[in-house]
């Protein structure tokens, strides 16, 4: 397996967009941009990011006993492109405050204040655990990376509600020779 082959798979699987942000002992604000967030546990409540090795801010957030998550929206994807780029004046007119020693972002979709929990060190990225001591919601719809794109979600459902057609519904898993159109081997 190749790397571009890897990476194109996993581009076929869109993620999220999310600004983890923390502080440094002076109290001057770092953060990166990350699309590996995810939910680990409700009880207690827990997710996980994964910066990576490389990013400036690493580091600092990997020694971080508190950093938050912040969801984005459509409208952030220049905040994003820019949490992306080194040395970047990442948080000038952007909109954060600090909410239990770090920086959130106002505007949001979500936002969760953590205390970390574990980290591991995983390749090229560390994937750090953190329990939520506290969340922000906003109404919206989320900032989506596939395809090595932002994209922005649909509001329609893919399942129609009552009265509506639902295209998807009536349609075969397989077709008549029990396959099921993946191509897979």
């Known amino acids: 397996m190749d790397a571009d082959s890897f990476r194109r798979a996993l581009g076929n699987f869109p993620s999220g967009v999310t600004i983890a942000t923390t502080t440094d002992a002076d109290g ?14 409700l009880s207690p409540p827990l997710v996980l990011f994964c910066p990576a ?17 912040n969801v984005l929206r459509p409208e952030h994807r220049t905040l994003a492109m820019r949490f992306a780029t080194a040395g970047a004046e990442k948080f000038a007119r952007a ?27 995983a390749g090229d990225h560390s994937i750090l655990v953190g329990e939520v ?29 009552p009265g509506r057609v639902d295209r998807y519904r009536d349609q075969p898993l397989f077709d008549t020779d029990g396959n099921d159109g993946s191509n897979a081997a």
């Open 53 to 69: 090795v490389s990013a400036r801010s690493h580091d600092l957030l990997r020694q971080a006993e508190r950093y938050a998550i």
């Open 95 to 121: 909109g954060f405050r600090t909410e239990g020693g770090v920086p959130v972002l106002h505007s949001a979709l979500a936002s969760l204040v953590c205390r970390a929990s574990a980290r591991y060190d």
């Open 133 to 161: 001591e506290s969340v922000q919601v906003n109404d919206g719809l989320p900032l989506v990376y596939f395809d090595r794109e932002f994209r922005e979600l649909s509001a329609a459902p893919l399942l129609a509600p």
């Open 28 to 41: 001057e604000a770092w953060g990166i941009t990350v699309s590996a967030f995810c939910s680990v546990s």
